[in-house]
């Protein structure tokens, strides 16, 4: 299986503060991707990255920021977070491109915002 | 812009019973790339499938096969004999080749339940 964690697995925190999710790959891949899954949306891509220090937006990035420093990690920060933030947020990992030989993705980090 | 639909949500089925999952998509792009993932109970999104635009042969692996129709933008996804490990959430999803982003769009998901 490729190398790729998410850390934490589950946490609940309360509105307004901060969160941060990292994502660790050991796969040297270029590409890395923040969705999250809701009911009834499927999966919607927050941000992703296609390199160092190289970042873009997705269909819902309102109130998420990310950074990449590192080819490995890649850092999902929620600045202030709501109830409407709860929801389970998995990173993906793609060498070639997602968008021709699909994404391996992380098991995935529940958050509960109270 | 991509789009895909998953219009059914969720079906049950007894075990042994032939289902199809299905899937549209929109896209302007003439090159692009359609995938189904399966999310277990467990929670993990696993790959199954990945079919580029030029490849409209249908594929079999083993009681899973695909039907991959251009004229209707269709890529429909059939379980022969389900079985209860075939409970899970089916995701199917586009890219197009075109703007660079390597991005994914999935469709809403459609939870199959096979029942005993």
């Known amino acids: 299986d490729a190398g790729i964690t998410q850390s934490p697995r589950h946490k609940v925190t309360e509105t307004g503060t901060p969160v941060t999710l990292r994502c660790h790959q050991t796969?040297?891949?270029?590409?890395m991707y923040w969705y999250r899954q809701d009911p009834g949306h499927g999966l919607r891509l927050i941000h992703y990255?296609?390199?160092?220090?190289?970042?873009d937006k997705g269909e819902v990035s309102d109130g998420y920021s990310v950074s990449r420093s590192k080819t490995e990690d890649f850092l999902l920060t929620l600045e202030s977070a709501t109830s409407s933030q709860t929801s389970v947020y998995f990173c993906?990992?793609?060498?070639?491109?997602?968008?021709?030989?699909?994404?391996?993705f992380g098991s995935g980090t529940r958050l509960t915002v109270v | 812009a991509q789009k895909v639909t998953q219009a059914q949500t969720e079906i049950s089925v007894v075990e042994k019973e032939d289902v199809t999952l299905d899937c549209v998509y929109e896209?302007?792009?003439?090159?692009?790339?359609l995938f189904w993932y399966k999310q277990p109970p467990s929670g993990e999104l696993v790959f199954l499938i990945r079919?580029?635009?030029?490849?409209?042969q249908n594929e079999i692996s083993g009681r899973y096969s695909w039907n991959f129709q251009k004229s209707t933008s269709s890529f429909n996804f059939t379980i022969t004999a389900s079985q209860v490990v075939d409970s899970a959430v089916y995701f199917c999803?586009?890219?197009?080749?075109?703007?660079?982003?390597?991005?994914?769009?999935f469709g809403k998901g459609m939870k199959l339940t096979v029942n005993p």
């Open positions: 993906a990992i793609s060498d070639l491109g997602g968008g021709a030989y699909g994404y391996t």
């Open positions: 796969e040297n891949h270029r590409y």
């Open positions: 990255s296609y390199g160092v220090k190289d970042t």
């Open positions: 896209t302007r792009d003439t090159t692009y790339y």
């Open positions: 079919r580029n635009s030029f490849d409209e």
């Open positions: 999803a586009l890219s197009e080749a075109s703007g660079g982003s390597e991005k994914l769009v």
